[in-house]
């Protein structure tokens, strides 16, 4: 089972931008697609963004759709997600996800085996 390590949360005002990254250990990150979820407290989790094994294509929810990008660095079997114009509605706990040698961009959550612990952001003045 690959093990995710997400890092780059925190507290930004309305209209700000943060960068969060998924570190993957244990195998090569290529052989996974991988998406970003978030879990608002007493909502479901929500899938965000989903990227394919090599990175050429990615899936979005309308919700983050123009504001969020989803890339990844399989050499530093790492992914990220670009958030910008953040909104208080985007406070949550975010988390990623992997799931094996699919070329299908899922988002969602019960399509995928491996979940790091997540990392709060908090959209605020």
């Known amino acids: 089972q690959l093990h995710l390590v997400e890092s780059g949360g925190g507290l930004v005002q309305p209209g700000g931008s943060l960068r969060l990254s998924c570190v993957a250990s244990?195998?090569?990150?290529?052989?996974?697609?991988i998406g970003w979820f978030r879990q608002a407290p007493g909502k479901d989790r929500e899938g965000l963004a989903c990227?394919?094994?090599?990175?050429?294509?990615?899936n979005y929810a309308d919700s983050v759709k123009g504001r969020f990008t989803i890339s990844r660095d399989n050499a530093k079997k790492t992914v990220y997600l670009q958030m910008n114009n953040l909104k208080p509605e985007d406070t949550a706990l975010y988390s990623c996800?992997?799931?094996?040698?699919?070329?299908?961009?899922?988002?969602?959550?019960?399509?995928?085996?491996?979940w790091g612990q997540g990392t709060q952001v908090t959209v605020s003045s």
């Open positions: 996800a992997a799931v094996y040698y699919t070329d299908y961009e899922s988002l969602y959550p019960a399509d995928f085996g491996s």
């Open positions: 244990t195998f090569p990150l290529e052989q996974y697609a």
């Open positions: 990227i394919s094994r090599s990175g050429e294509t990615a």
